[in-house]
């Protein structure tokens, strides 16, 4: 599947959000665009802020759908709309809809309406999962009831609560004195928006000890930090306390993938920035990330990017040089 593809798993499809707007949030959503506007400037692309772990985004025309690494984070849209490839689910959000991402994942992003008059704007706000952990510890907290594992990202309708929590700590970075006092009890009310709102218990779940999510994400990272290495499924499942079965079944249910494509993945992720950003050749990419054989990953590579590695290379080298 594709990001031009349709999907009966594509949540919130882009696109309805222009008759479909919240009268109650209008106003909001038209200071958000007006803020991130004036805060993105000409700026095309990615403009990191004051505030730890906030970013914001400027895009002006669509793209090529572009491979990257999700970690935990809020991403919200004042204006245009995005999709999410992860594994072969795909997800879609806009202005009525946020996106929230719980553990790290491979996936393909898409912006897909963006123009030079009305550009896509969205925010970025990194989610501490200490806090989340410290704040579901909280005996103030309403409790939620355990779930099983599910998946690690999910699009959910904005309130005017998290929508007015948001404005409040963009409006910081005006008056940058107030950051380091205000900023941080500002993120934590839209961690407990986040945990009080919708799905919020998929939130949850990552922050539970011996919870199945958190035994998955703990072998995510293993993954992350050893990719290149041969997998060896029965003694990662013994290092967390299950089955190879059952690992398989909670990966899956969080990631959308197994764990040796979620490997892939990271393999052909890095290999491309070795050849993009570090000028290594194919070969050596291919080595340096556990690969075999040439061949092999030659096509896993023009199989996930569209393209196979020189010729994908000389694309990016040629679109640099237009830009």
């Not at 990202?153 to 409040?168: F, P, Q």
Request: glycine share 4%; no cysteine; proline share 5%.
């Amino acid at each position: 599947m594709t990001l031009n593809e349709s999907s009966s798993s594509t949540i919130a499809p882009a696109g309805e959000m222009s008759d479909k707007l919240d009268p109650e949030l209008d106003s909001e959503r038209r200071e958000l665009v007006s803020l991130l506007d004036q805060l993105t400037g000409d700026v095309e692309g990615t403009v990191e802020t004051a505030v730890t772990g906030l970013s914001l985004h400027r895009i002006m025309r669509p793209a090529d759908p572009k491979p990257t690494i999700h970690l935990p984070a809020l991403a919200l849209i004042a204006q245009g709309s995005k999709r999410i490839l992860v594994g072969d689910e795909q997800y879609a959000y806009d202005p009525l809809h946020y996106l929230v991402t719980s553990v790290d994942l491979p996936a393909v992003g898409k912006v897909m309406v963006a123009s030079s008059t009305q550009p896509y704007l969205g925010l970025r706000l990194d989610l501490d999962v200490e806090a989340i952990a410290e704040l579901v510890q909280d005996e103030n907290l309403p409790q939620a009831a355990r779930a099983a594992s599910s998946r690690g990202l999910y699009v959910n309708r904005l309130s005017a609560e998290m929508l007015d929590a948001v404005l409040r700590l963009l409006r910081l970075l005006s008056n940058p004195d107030d950051i380091p006092i205000l900023a941080p009890m500002i993120k934590r009310e839209i961690l407990y928006r986040l945990l009080q709102n919708g799905q919020g218990t998929r939130l949850r779940q990552i922050a539970l000890q011996d919870s199945q999510t958190q035994r998955v994400a703990k072998v995510i990272r293993y993954l992350r930090g050893n990719f290149a290495r041969s997998m060896r499924m029965d003694s990662i499942a013994r290092d967390v306390h299950m089955s190879v079965s059952s690992l398989h079944h909670h990966f899956k249910a969080v990631t959308a993938m197994s764990p040796l494509q979620y490997q892939k993945q990271l393999r052909l992720q890095e290999a491309r920035r070795l050849m993009l950003l570090e000028d290594i050749d194919v070969a050596m990419a291919a080595h340096r990330v556990g690969y075999e054989s040439a061949s092999q990953f030659s096509r896993e590579y023009s199989r996930f990017f569209g393209a196979p590695p020189l010729r994908d290379r000389r694309r990016w080298l040629e679109d640099g040089a237009e830009g």
